[in-house]
């Protein structure tokens, strides 16, 4: 199986709410970036978080890491319709170059 | 805007056509990426040109042939596709390095019939 799986495949969750995606991965790391995609267009770059840091913040973004549990949360707080997309997770692994593996992805809806 | 273009947006063509995909950065990078997209498949790295060298080749079929003659172009040149080569293909760059994200084009949405 692929080295990033994101869980839920699926939310739903009405405007106000947070939401909260999950990774989990299999071999070590370097970092971890989490990507979202709208419908039919390319990724975009939203956090990056090197395997020695727990936590990061940006703007709404919470992003967690747990390298024992060789885990990761991405959390987005007040969530807006706009929110609506596919969220990614990417591992560069340990001794890798430039390589990112993504998961398949979380598709998040929010409804206004 | 990203910085990344991609041309053309959507292609259709047949099993025996010859085309190419375009993308072109304008953010000063020197690693460049090609990756398949399909639909309920995780994204698929299929090539990276890091400092104008091929340094990744993920056993892609050989009617996939890249080609970078340059830091800010990267094309994909197709030849004898399958039907299941129908994807989105998407071209991303980056600073090379591996703490460094990567920059998306909005991908070319390719139907090989």
């Known amino acids: 199986s692929q080295q990033g799986e994101e869980d839920p495949q699926a939310l739903s969750i009405q405007e106000g709410e947070n939401a909260t995606m999950n990774c989990s991965y299999k071999t070590s790391i370097n970092n971890l970036q989490w990507y979202r995609q709208n419908s039919g267009r390319g990724l975009v770059h939203l956090i990056l978080?090197?395997?020695?840091?727990r936590e990061k913040h940006s703007g709404r973004l919470r992003v967690t890491l747990d390298t024992s549990k060789k885990s990761s949360s991405l959390l987005i707080t007040a969530s807006r319709a706009a929110d609506t997309a596919s969220y990614f997770c990417a591992t560069a692994l340990r001794g890798g170059s430039e390589k990112l593996v993504f998961g398949k992805g979380t598709k998040l809806t929010v409804n206004p | 805007e990203t910085g990344v273009t991609q041309t053309p947006r959507h292609l259709v063509m047949g099993m025996t056509n010859k085309k190419s995909l375009k993308c072109e950065q304008h953010l000063g990078h020197n690693a460049m990426y090609w990756y398949k997209q399909s639909a309920k498949k995780p994204l698929e790295l299929m090539f990276v040109y890091s400092l104008e060298e091929r340094v990744e080749n993920n056993s892609v079929p050989s009617r996939f042939s890249p080609e970078c003659p340059n830091s800010s172009h990267l094309f994909l040149h197709l030849h004898t596709l399958q039907p299941e080569d129908s994807a989105l293909y998407l071209c991303a760059s980056s600073q090379a390095g591996i703490y460094n994200e990567q920059f998306f084009g909005p991908g070319t949405r390719l139907t090989v019939l």
């Open positions: 978080i090197r395997s020695n840091e």
